[in-house]
């Protein structure tokens, strides 16, 4: 249901654009957001789009990445420019909930970003 693409590897200072494919269901929860999970840390969100619109960010990405969303192909979007060594991680898309994380059964294959030095 939920499957993110666009990952790899790139020198600080560089972009990449993430792609997530994710299935009607999911995307009809509403918010939808990017999370990440770099080794040894627990799983963060990175950037969440509202469905109406409104974006959100982490104060680490604020101004490096932009999230968008398009309804009509249930398609999320991660722009991410600037990277830096600690934006290194295995970067997932799910759904957002406002009352706690996403179901532990609901994670899709990430993408991973590697951002070297």
């Known amino acids: 249901q939920l499957q993110a693409s666009g990952g790899g590897t790139v020198q600080a200072g560089g972009s990449l654009r993430l792609t997530c494919a994710a299935s009607?269901?999911?995307?009809?929860?509403?918010?939808m957001a990017w999370y990440r999970q770099a080794p040894g840390e627990q799983r963060e969100v990175v950037a969440r789009?509202?469905?109406?619109?409104?974006?959100i960010y982490a104060d680490t990405v604020k101004g490096r990445f932009t999230i968008s969303r398009d309804n009509a192909r249930n398609r999320l979007y991660l722009q991410m420019n600037g990277l830096k060594p600690e934006d290194t991680a295995i970067y997932y898309c799910n759904a957002f909930y406002q009352m706690g994380p996403p179901p532990n059964d609901s994670w899709g294959q990430g993408t991973l970003v590697t951002v070297s030095s």
């Open positions: 009607r269901i999911v995307f009809g929860v509403g918010d």
């Open positions: 789009v509202t469905s109406d619109g409104i974006l």
